[in-house]
T-cell receptor, first 117, second 110 residues
């Protein structure tokens, strides 16, 4: 299957600082990428849809100014958590879609664990 | 977002037993995907379903896309210890967004 990478794998930052997470599709081009958030023992919650060359579409309840998304190329989307607070600590996962034989499949990155102290 | 109801929430089974889990929704989905997630890692795609009624197998795993397009199930036959993990269903809504079920935690006792 297609490969999606994330960087960094984990990050610890101080409250009030900003953190940038990268999501890359390594062997295919993705016009659309998705950002999810996952709390311990819970399911993945869709935060936003990242569209190459245009503004991201945010899910209801997700603050656009808090979670800045940039999809500058067909293989890279970034999520920046601005002015992070301890409640932003979570596992952030991106995904990208790829058409395989006319069918659409979604592949996930390995995730980034953010801890805000 | 869309609601996907996944059950059971968790299961404890003996090695060798078969397992079944399902997802239901009040909305119609265009695609159903089943994933497995190990602790601290991203979900890994197991099976993808694209047509209502479709039945697809991947080794010991079998999944079906419900006729109504509002449900799907995943079966695991002859479970082994490495099947332990959390299984998620995901539905593609309106051809542009995936939503996830709440997950089924599988425990397999050797």
């Amino acid at each position: 299957g297609a490969v999606v990478s994330q960087h960094p794998s984990w990050v610890i930052c101080k409250s009030g600082t900003s953190v940038k997470i990268e999501c890359r599709s390594l062997d295919f081009q993705a016009t659309t990428m998705f950002w999810y958030r996952q709390f311990p023992k819970q399911s993945l919650m869709l935060m936003a849809t990242s569209n190459e060359g245009s503004k991201a579409t945010y899910e209801q309840g997700v603050e656009k100014d808090k979670f800045l998304i940039n999809h500058a190329s067909l293989t890279l989307s970034t999520l920046t958590v601005t002015s992070a607070h301890p409640e932003d600590s979570s596992f952030y996962i991106c995904s990208a879609g790829d058409s395989v034989g006319g069918s659409y499949e979604q592949y996930f990155g390995p995730g980034t664990r953010l801890t805000v102290t | 977002g869309q609601q996907l109801n996944q059950s059971p929430q968790s299961m404890f089974i003996q090695e060798g037993e078969d397992v079944s889990m399902n997802c239901t929704s009040s909305s119609i989905f265009n695609t159903w995907l089943w994933y497995k997630q190990d602790p601290g890692e991203g979900p890994v795609l197991l099976i993808a379903l694209y047509k209502a009624g479709e039945l697809t197998s991947n080794g010991r795993l079998t999944a079906q896309f419900g006729i109504t397009r509002k449900d799907s199930f995943l079966n695991i036959s002859a479970s082994i210890p490495s099947d332990v993990g959390i299984y998620f269903c995901a539905g593609l809504y309106n051809f542009n967004k995936f939503y996830f079920g709440s997950g089924t935690k599988l425990n397999v006792k050797p």
